[in-house]
């Protein structure tokens, strides 16, 4: 399960509604019943739907969740129906929807391109980067992995990951490589290469995964084959330009996983909110 606070699902409904709905008051329509239905446009894979309920209750709606995260649903179908008065209606449907269209928008793509993968190798996984825009992380990660796939990085403190840009500042890296595994043996080391040679090397050094940077599929295809002959246990991911359009090509290399920010950058979905009075 991936944790999303209640301080940031309020934080973001108070963005919107910091000091009441004037127009709501205006007009006195604030206790009328209603009930609002959530309904995607076209085939949609969900994420934020629990999210959207989560919402609903803060303020007070009835909730009936017709699906869960990670669903793929076809167009027109009832995902979340809140009941209540139209005041906490109006206080939250926005919020919500904005939630369900930009997730569910990053899951489908995500969807897209782990069912792309795995027709090239089931064994091979999707994994995001934490390249998502500022401010993002949670949301963005809970919707990609909705959508099926796993973390390739949360941030900087948690994993290694050696770049052509550390690597200006080691002269003997290989040597070092050595020495830092013996340093920290309980942490895996992944390093980044754009060559053959140098990721065989660097694999040979003890590096445990070799991320291969903007392969072509015929290098990726001879370096896996490669290496994985010489140094079974290593783990080979691909990065740089991948998407569900080539997902099938460079799985099909015998690749571990694939490294992506793709899923992020696209449309979002298109997720109807059907209000109505509850008598009507």
């Known amino acids: 399960m991936f944790f999303v606070s209640d301080a940031l699902l309020d934080q973001i409904l108070t963005d919107d509604i910091p000091y009441g709905d004037a127009t709501t008051a205006l007009f006195g329509i604030e206790k009328i019943p209603g009930i609002v239905r959530c309904r995607p446009k076209a085939e949609t894979t969900i994420a934020g739907v629990a999210l959207a309920e989560?919402?609903?209750?803060?303020?007070?709606?009835?909730?009936?969740?017709?699906?869960?995260?990670?669903d793929t649903v076809a167009a027109g179908t009832v995902i979340l129906e809140g009941r209540g008065p139209a005041g906490a209606i109006h206080a939250v449907y926005k919020t919500a929807q904005n939630i369900l269209e930009y997730a569910s928008g990053i899951?489908?793509?995500?969807?897209?391109?782990?069912?792309?993968?795995?027709a090239g190798n089931p064994l091979c996984r999707v994994a995001v980067t934490r390249k998502h825009f500022p401010g993002t992380k949670t949301l963005s990660l809970y919707a990609a992995m909705s959508g099926g796939a796993v973390v390739h990085r949360m941030g900087l403190s948690e994993s290694v990951l050696v770049f052509d840009q550390h690597r200006v500042f080691i002269p003997d890296f290989e040597k070092r490589l050595t020495e830092a595994k013996k340093a920290d043996p309980e942490r895996k080391i992944a390093v980044e290469t754009a060559d053959i040679r140098e990721g065989l090397a660097f694999a040979a050094a003890g590096a445990d995964i070799i991320q291969c940077e903007k392969f072509s599929v015929e290098a990726l295809s001879e370096f896996v084959s490669q290496a994985k002959r010489e140094f079974p246990p290593l783990i080979i991911s691909a990065a740089g330009g991948i998407n569900a359009a080539n997902a099938r090509a460079y799985a099909q290399t015998g690749v571990d996983f694939l490294v992506t920010t793709w899923p992020y950058f696209g449309k979002p979905a298109d997720v109807k909110m059907q209000i109505l009075a509850e008598d009507s």
């Not at 303020?59 to 017709?66: C, D, E, I, W, Y």
């Not at 899951?107 to 795995?118: G, L, S």
Request: charged share 30%; proline share 0%.
């Open 107 to 118: 899951a489908t793509r995500t969807h897209q391109m782990v069912e792309e993968a795995r």
């Open 54 to 70: 989560r919402l609903f209750a803060r303020v007070g709606l009835q909730t009936t969740l017709f699906h869960e995260e990670g």
